[in-house]
């Protein structure tokens, strides 16, 4: 089996999903988001594969999120996700993809539903 996790090593949720997949043996490629940004297109793919909307997907507590105003409800999902193309620290973090689905490790014990 062959995952991806969308990865930030300042993270400790990011770092122990990391960890699982190596206790599990699991071939992975890293994606250090922060630096190499999904396009529009793997993040629509992500929201989509992962069930959610764009909001769902965003970290509220950052303070771009606050001084951009993300909060306000009358925001597109193209405008959210224009958001996180910019601010790649919006994204919810971290993300893993294997053949068997995609989740969030959030907790990082989710990330044993799809390997």
């Known amino acids: 089996m062959n995952a991806l996790i969308y990865h930030n090593s300042r993270c400790s949720k990011s770092r122990a999903t990391l960890a699982i ?10 994606i250090n988001y922060l630096e190499d940004a999904p396009t529009i297109e793997e993040l629509k793919g992500l929201i989509v594969d992962l069930g959610i909307d764009a909001r769902g997907l965003m970290r509220k507590g950052e303070s ?16 959210l996700i224009d ?4 601010n790649p620290i919006l994204i919810e973090r971290p993300i893993v993809r294997t053949d068997k689905g995609v ?4 907790p990082p014990e989710n990330v044993l539903t799809i390997i």
């Open 21 to 30: 997949l190596e206790e599990k043996e699991i071939k992975f490629e890293v």
């Open 103 to 106: 989740v969030i490790g959030r």
């Open 64 to 79: 771009e999120y606050k001084q951009n105003n993300l909060s306000d409800e009358s925001l597109t999902e193209e405008e």
């Open 83 to 86: 958001s996180m193309i910019s």
